[in-house]
């Protein structure tokens, strides 16, 4: 299979014998992954055999590039690269030498099979554990939604876990960083309670978490001649990108398999460590590329220009230090536009016209990426509906956004509570009629509250939905006889079901979205990104049943109506690869958070960075349960999280952001500030300051635009 032009770096790569453990390092852009893909190509064309290769990466979507090259029609016959992420590998290797670890481990049914938990129901287990420590008072002095505190308790786990530092030492590590007032060490102290009974609760019930699954294989497995074996037999040859994103208990076990491998290639991204929140140790993953015996530096950008390469360099400058700059700044004043406003919405309108000027330019939909900090529920509806009204395709993707905040599933879920009413669910008329507006076609507000007042009928035996001809004349033509028809035909689908039910709540969603919603006559009708929210939806559904189906848990209520429940209360959904694929794949405008973006490491010519006055851009979310920079191999015992730290680190933070963003970003970007922010306030955040220094500095040069 013939690689795509290359650069004299990346051909210099895959002229080395197939032998070598290389490291590769350079900056975000600069043809890594591309090279690693190409190597991966060639290997599997010049005889080595495609599954004896190993392609692992930190995250899903980061390995993206590779699954792609491996479903590429021309890829050589045979077997296939593995790629995966260190918890993927885990899990597989669980599964196979289950028998070997299941006996050993205090595990309350040792004869059954273990159930690997999601983040979805690894939330609803932790809520059984906790509930009554609440009861009793726990956490009564802090203010958090119960799935955040449930999901950071779990982060406690993970970072046991993937950090490498004992499970009951998570309140101590905690208190002794503290230097506020000692009440924060009983929630640290009821934290820790809490994790410690978690994992007693799994190991009764064969239910393996994250950080137990990761505990089982690197500290267990991974040591037993059996499996290691199979694994060192299995994959000769590995090729680990984005090092830097990984956490270090992954880099200890790559570093005590490489002496095995025929051949390695490790690839970090200089300045990256963008998930250090979730246990990302760029340190350790330097400390294990300097053990390869040859390195190679990978220089310039192969997607940033030079003016917005040189403004990077200025920007990054100007948050470390204010003042004077010897640079020319006509090497970087074009790179950037920066644009104030008094107002919130004005700033908003800007951004879509300016967006519509550039595509009138020739600019594609998705070589533009819309920023923020943080992407509100009440920021992504107004611009997708000024995308919307100015008719250019946009698409939003916010990985950690709750699955019950997508209007596409508060409809389905109402449909959900008609389906089932044994449930005693029956949803108000408010809601019936946002799942009107919001699925079929032709249905307004006002033609959706008609329908909601005139044919819902809650209660009644022969269904919840009186047929069309049932309304007077007068009535159907105020509805319309098209829109009624749609109507008719939801009616009939959930009247058949009715009669002849399916008890998972997953099969239901998933044939009323494929014989219905996705049909001609339905909003969602060729919607991409309704489908990928369903198949979210029905996959979170469907491994929430399997969890509770398989261990056999009593219920009070059917297993559906439980999932359900849990969600509308705000259940955090796991990520999936099918949005970071759709997401890659549309061609429309990225509406997204920054550290998203990153992530999923695409370039685009254009970037709007919104609000770069707040705070967000700088600051940490605040977590009063954890603290992942406390919780860190690199964290020293005796040091205390004080003001300092936390300025040195929300710095170093957004200097690797900005730099992240611009080695993404080829022509240009537009920097955008509004006097008052998104809640009314005004505010005046580190990266605004950083861009006005800028700007005094272009006060020097005689016929800048940007002053």
């Given at each position: 299979m013939n690689p795509p032009k290359l650069t004299q770096q990346q051909r210099t790569l895959l002229e080395s014998p197939f032998s070598d453990k290389v490291y590769i390092t350079g900056p975000a852009s600069s043809g890594k992954t591309t090279a690693g893909v190409a190597r991966m190509l060639q290997m599997a064309g010049n005889g080595i055999p495609a599954r004896s290769i190993l392609v692992l990466v930190p995250q899903r979507s980061l390995g993206i590039p590779y699954a792609k090259a491996i479903q590429d029609p021309e890829f050589p016959a045979g077997g296939q690269p593995t790629v995966l992420t260190l918890g993927g590998m885990a899990q597989r290797m669980i599964a196979l030498f289950w028998p070997m670890i299941a006996k050993t481990n205090q595990f309350g049914h040792p004869n059954q099979s273990p159930q690997f938990l999601t983040l979805e129901s690894a939330q609803y287990f932790m809520a059984r554990v906790v509930q009554p420590y609440l009861q009793r008072g726990y956490f009564e002095n802090i203010t958090l939604d119960p799935n955040r505190l449930y999901s950071q308790i779990l982060d406690n786990l993970n970072k046991s876990a993937v950090v490498g530092f004992p499970l009951g030492q998570i309140g101590d590590r905690l208190k002794n960083a503290w230097v506020g007032s000692k009440t924060q060490w009983l929630v640290y102290d009821q934290a820790q309670e809490c994790a410690l009974r978690f994992r007693e609760y799994c190991l009764q019930n064969n239910l393996l978490d994250f950080s137990l699954q990761f505990e089982l294989f690197t500290k267990q497995l991974w040591n037993t001649l059996l499996c290691r074996e199979y694994l060192v037999k299995n994959y000769r040859h590995l090729i680990y990108d984005n090092i830097e994103e990984d956490v270090p208990v992954a880099h200890d076990l790559i570093a005590d398999w490489l002496p095995r491998l025929d051949s390695a290639l490790l690839i970090q991204d200089d300045g990256g460590g963008y998930r250090s929140f979730l246990g990302a140790d760029p340190r350790s993953a330097q400390e294990l590329a300097e053990t390869l015996p040859e390195k190679m530096i990978f220089k310039g950008s192969l997607v940033a220009g030079t003016q917005v390469d040189q403004f990077r360099l200025e920007i990054t400058r100007?948050?470390?230090?204010?003042?004077?700059?010897?640079?020319?700044?006509?090497?970087?004043?074009?790179?950037?536009?920066?644009?104030?406003?008094?107002?919130?919405p004005e700033m908003l309108d800007w951004t879509v016209q300016q967006a519509g000027q550039l595509l009138q330019n020739g600019v594609r939909p998705d070589e533009i990426?819309?920023?923020?900090?943080?992407?509100?529920?009440?920021?992504?509806?107004?611009?997708?509906?000024?995308?919307?009204?100015?008719?250019?395709?946009?698409?939003?993707?916010?990985?950690?956004?709750?699955?019950?905040d997508e209007p596409v599933v508060?409809?389905?879920?109402?449909?959900?509570?008609?389906?089932?009413?044994?449930?005693?669910?029956?949803?108000?008329?408010?809601?019936?009629?946002?799942?009107?507006?919001?699925?079929?076609?032709?249905?307004?507000?006002?033609?959706?509250?008609?329908?909601?007042?005139?044919?819902y009928q809650p209660g009644k035996p022969e269904g919840p939905f009186a047929p069309f001809s049932s309304l007077v004349a007068e009535m159907q033509t105020r509805i319309t006889f098209a829109l009624g028809e749609k109507y008719s035909q939801l009616r009939n689908w959930m009247v058949e079901f009715r009669a002849n039910p399916v008890n998972e709540l997953d099969i239901f969603l998933?044939?009323?979205?494929?014989?219905?919603?996705?049909q001609p006559g339905s909003k969602l009708y060729q919607n991409l990104e309704a489908a990928s929210v369903t198949a979210r939806l029905v996959e979170s559904a469907r491994k929430f049943r399997q969890s509770i189906m398989a261990e056999n848990i009593p219920l009070q209520v059917p297993v559906g109506k439980e999932y359900l429940t849990l969600l509308e209360n705000g259940l955090i959904a796991a990520q999936s690869i099918v949005g970071w694929k759709q997401q890659l794949e549309n061609n429309a405008v990225l509406i997204s958070p920054a550290f998203t973006f990153l992530m999923s490491n695409q370039p685009v010519r254009y970037q709007f960075w919104l609000d770069i006055g707040s705070h967000g851009w700088w600051s940490r979310l605040d977590q009063p349960l954890t603290q992942p920079f406390v919780l860190n191999r690199q964290w020293k015992p005796d040091d205390k999280w004080t003001e300092a730290f936390e300025f040195a680190v929300n710095q170093e933070n957004l200097e690797h952001l900005v730099s992240g963003l611009l080695h993404r970003c080829r022509d240009g970007v537009f920097l955008e500030i509004s006097g008052m922010n998104e809640q009314g306030n005004e505010e005046r955040g580190e990266l605004v300051r950083a861009v006005q220094s800028l700007r005094k500095l272009l006060v020097r040069s005689p016929g800048d635009e940007h002053v």
């Open positions: 100007s948050l470390r230090e204010r003042g004077p700059s010897d640079s020319n700044v006509h090497s970087w004043k074009d790179a950037f536009d920066v644009q104030s406003f008094r107002f919130y990426c819309v920023l923020s900090p943080f992407l509100s529920d009440s920021l992504r509806f107004s611009l997708v509906e000024r995308f919307t009204r100015a008719g250019i395709p946009a698409k939003t993707f916010r990985p950690s956004r709750s699955l019950k508060r409809a389905l879920l109402c449909l959900a509570r008609l389906a089932y009413p044994a449930w005693h669910l029956q949803p108000g008329r408010e809601d019936v009629c946002q799942a009107f507006a919001q699925l079929l076609e032709g249905a307004d507000l006002v033609r959706a509250n008609l329908i909601a007042q005139t044919l998933s044939r009323i979205f494929g014989e219905v919603l996705s």
